[in-house]
């Protein structure tokens, strides 16, 4: 198998494009694509200071690493979920990356911060775990942003993790979530950091082939919570079809945001959002989701 760029042999197949590529010219294709998603969407420019979003795996890690081959000033913020052995090992592998390339990380640690784990908060709520967790983690993510000067956070999701998530909004047409899909979450006028997606165009395994060329050793369990997860299901549907129809994944998705607007337009901000009286970020009524939920794990019980 030869690259079809130069002709040199290939490392990596990619049936989606009809193509092979060898190491070097994978990777110029890589950050390439990802130069384009920040382009196309107007993620940042490069004298903005972008908060990366790093987990442990190998999506964010390889985020971190594209961005600061393509010269962009981040900084990285880990949230440890105080999901014992599992947190350890993934706040470690961030800790390493950061280390061995001198860059600024941020930690923040549940555990520390409130004396439960997310799974002990999630089950003195009755909420499910990964909706506790995805309701603190955004706020984290907009808070520590905001306190730190970071106007834009970008998080490691990729072509399979959107497609998936367009499947199941689809599949329940839940339409305010499909006005919502996007690589690119508004900054509502200042009163959010922006997040985005700059992998957006690349799938899973086309992550997973540049930390291995890149020698970026990450976390390879998926999160404990997660057991279960439709998402799982959706992504497996999707990949039988990408396996019958090569490149199906980034026609659907990408499909999708050509024709949002005229399907599913954007609705405009809520006229009532206020700031939430008790952490002060923007919220509809007088306190948010997230200090509701903190506030209820946390309460002595009488």
């Known amino acids: 198998m030869k690259c079809r760029r130069c002709k040199g042999p290939a490392v990596i197949k990619m049936p989606r494009h009809n193509t092979a590529f060898c190491d070097s010219c994978f990777q ?19 004298e903005v200071p972008v908060l990366v979003a790093v987990s442990g795996g190998k999506d964010s890690l390889a985020l971190w690493d594209i961005l600061i081959k393509l ?9 440890n979920l105080g999901i014992g052995a599992y947190s350890q090992i993934s706040q470690e592998m961030v800790e ?8 600024e ?17 999630a089950k003195e709520t009755a909420r499910p775990a990964c909706s506790a967790c995805g309701t603190m983690k955004r706020h984290h993510f907009n808070r520590i942003a905001i306190e730190k000067g970071f106007p834009v956070v970008a998080t490691g999701h990729n072509l399979d993790d959107e497609a998936a998530r367009l499947l199941g909004n689809l599949l329940k047409w839940q339409v305010p979530y499909l006005q919502k899909q996007s690589p690119v979450l508004s900054d509502e006028g200042g009163k959010w950091a922006k997040k985005v997606k700059p ?7 086309e ?12 976390i390879v369990e998926e999160c404990p919570m997660s057991k279960g997860a439709k998402m799982f299901t959706y992504k497996e549907t999707l990949n039988q079809l ?17 024709q949002k607007e005229a399907s599913f337009p954007t609705p405009p901000p809520p006229e009532n959002e206020d700031a939430c009286h008790t952490c002060g970020q923007p919220c509809q009524g007088e306190r948010c989701g997230y200090c509701r939920l903190i506030e ?7």
Do not use: C, W
């Open 28 to 46: 110029d294709y890589l950050l390439k694509q990802v130069t384009k998603a920040i382009s196309a969407g107007k993620m940042f420019q490069k």
């Open 242 to 258: 990408e396996k019958a129809s090569p490149g199906a994944k980034h026609q659907f998705y990408l499909g999708f945001l050509k």
């Open 71 to 79: 010269g962009y000033k981040t900084a990285g913020l880990h949230l």
């Open 96 to 103: 390493n990356f950061a280390r061995a390339r001198g860059l």
């Open 296 to 302: 209820r794990a946390t309460a002595v019980p009488t």
């Open 105 to 121: 990380l941020i930690i923040h640690q549940y555990q520390e911060a409130y004396g439960l784990g997310v799974v002990q908060i």
């Open 199 to 205: 992998l957006y165009r690349l799938p899973e395994r």
């Open 207 to 218: 992550i997973a082939a540049y930390t291995i060329l890149n020698r970026i050793d990450y």
